[in-house]
């Protein structure tokens, strides 16, 4: 069965500074990986997505991922944060089966930017 | 439209009360999704629906009767709920997977539901 591993549960960090988010994989099989935004009583947003091709993986507010096959990583990153990315992310594989995608989210990763 | 809407934002109800969720999507998707978030937690699958048609029940317990309508709607039917089933209830729709179009989904803003 397909996992996901959120490395960290809380990222704090400054306004402007940049960060990361790690998220591992175990499969055995292709893989196709999510990032999604919850943003404080919402429901998610997805950020970007790899399904196959170049990658480093380009997404919505600036954040971008990259595709590791050799270490199974999906890590998310983005090169300055606002205040308003403060949020919680979370990395999801999917096992496509029988038409329709079920996702296996990681446990999340609570994002806190402060000015 | 790629809004996926959700009727009511909250809803507060007693253990023999009867209540429904509504989801809606106007999309064009035929795969239609009902998750379960605790607080602080990733969200867990309950029911997958693909062409109006139960195509995956999570082991969730009966007091939770989920209905496709149509390829628009998803309800849920809720039924002698218990304190512990207090959390935020989201639909996800998405096209059906196939080799050509991994569709990604698309989640409603959610329901609050609390249990008294």
């Known amino acids: ?115 | 439209d790629t809004e996926v809407t959700q009727t009511p934002k909250h809803l507060v109800m007693g253990m023999t009360n009867k209540k429904s969720l509504k989801c809606e999507q106007h999309m064009g998707h035929r795969v239609m999704y009902w998750y379960k978030q605790k607080a602080k937690k990733p969200p867990e699958l309950m029911f997958v629906y693909s062409y109006e048609k139960l195509s995956i029940n999570e082991s969730v317990p009966s007091r939770f009767s989920p209905e496709c309508p149509n390829s628009s709607l998803l309800n849920l039917h809720l039924h002698a709920l218990q304190p512990e089933d207090s959390a935020l209830y989201l639909c996800a729709s998405s096209q059906v997977w196939t080799s050509g179009a991994q569709g990604e989904q698309f989640f409603g803003p959610g329901t609050r539901l609390t249990v008294l």
């Open chain 1, 1 to 115: 069965a397909q996992s996901v591993t959120q490395l960290d549960s809380q990222v704090p960090v400054f306004e402007e500074a940049p960060v990361e988010l790690r998220c591992n994989y175990s499969s055995s099989v292709s893989v196709y990986l999510f990032w999604y935004v919850q943003y404080p009583n919402q429901g998610l947003q997805l950020l970007l997505k790899y399904l196959s091709g170049s990658t480093l993986v380009k997404g919505i507010n600036g954040f971008e991922a990259e595709f590791n096959k050799s270490q199974t990583s999906f890590h998310l990153r983005k090169p300055s944060v606002h205040i308003s990315d403060t949020a919680e992310y979370f990395c999801a594989v999917s096992e496509p089966s029988g038409g329709y995608n079920k996702l296996i989210f990681g446990a999340g990763t609570r994002l806190a930017v402060h000015p």
